[in-house]
């Protein structure tokens, strides 16, 4: 596909600090102004979104969508969490060396590097019977928003999302059994400063971190509905409390990483 090869540059639309220049470029920059349209949360409740789990901060929304007889329901979650960066949530979730601290696929390989923050991965899922295991492949970028749409009365400070969507490779050696899962999913983080009332240096006890993640999953083949649903409604809350305290643990004693 000749589009594919495109070096993609609009002035208009290029909120990202990157120059996106890579075989997937175009449709990477078209699926982050997408989501970041997700960013203002103000909407939630009445927008079609049905909250299915609370904890704390921490709330997840689904609607229900069945294509082919195959539950596809898109699932967004919003989360704030204190004493980290954007940058930081943004880049344990985008690094592949650390995936194996807070996610338990069991192949986790990198296929091909298209720039410093764009990679294609191919893993596999815990088998969850009696449906098939489930592979995915998909491309994974981590990007800087210069220019993220307004959110409500706060500034943030700063903006970053990494954006994971399927895509083909000649060289994946897909597990045999596996059914392929298509996925698209994004994790948009801002951070929040408030400074210290009596003009000191910004510590950790200033960050706050809004999130907002997206997950658009295709099973690929039957699964139970009702299982899938469950697990779902269990298995993100769970994700987002458990990879926020990674981060928040991981980065405690480190530097600040704007
Ligand atoms: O976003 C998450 N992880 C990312 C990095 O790996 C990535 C992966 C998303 C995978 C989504 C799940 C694919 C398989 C789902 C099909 C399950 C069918 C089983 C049948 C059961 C009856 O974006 C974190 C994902 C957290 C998931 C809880």
């Not at 909407?43 to 609370?54: L, P």
């Not at 004493?83 to 091909?112: G, I, N």
Request: charge should be negative; proline fraction near 6%.
């Amino acid at each position: 596909n000749s589009d594919d090869e495109d070096v993609f540059f609009d002035p208009e639309a290029d909120l990202m600090q990157n120059k996106i220049t890579h075989r997937h470029s175009k449709e990477l920059n078209k699926r982050i102004q997408e989501h970041l349209s997700l960013i203002d949360r103000s909407g939630n409740e009445d927008s079609g979104w049905d909250i299915i789990a609370e904890d704390g901060e921490m709330k997840l929304y689904r609607k229900e969508l069945v294509i082919n007889g195959l539950i596809c329901d898109p699932l967004k979650a919003v989360h704030s969490v204190g004493s980290v960066t954007a940058k930081e949530m943004c880049h344990y979730f985008w690094v592949p060396e650390v995936r194996k601290d807070w996610e338990k696929t069991e192949v986790f390989q990198v296929l091909e590097n298209l720039d410093e923050f764009t990679t294609i991965n191919y893993q596999t899922h815990k088998q969850v019977w009696p449906a098939a295991q489930r592979d995915c492949l998909y491309l994974s970028s981590m990007v800087k928003v210069d220019s993220p749409p307004c959110a409500g009365d706060k500034t943030p400070h700063d903006t970053w999302i990494v954006c994971n969507f399927s895509v083909d490779h000649p060289e994946v050696n897909s597990v045999p059994g596996c059914v392929r899962a298509l996925i698209e999913v994004a994790l948009i983080c801002q951070t929040f400063i408030t400074p210290p009332k009596d003009g000191g240096p910004i510590t950790r006890d200033c960050l706050q971190c809004d999130i907002v993640y997206v997950a658009n999953v295709n099973p690929g083949g039957w699964a139970p509905a009702s299982v899938l649903r469950s697990i779902y409604k269990r298995e993100y809350p769970k994700f987002l409390n458990f990879y926020t305290n990674y981060v928040q643990e991981k980065r405690k004693d480190l530097e600040i990483l704007f």
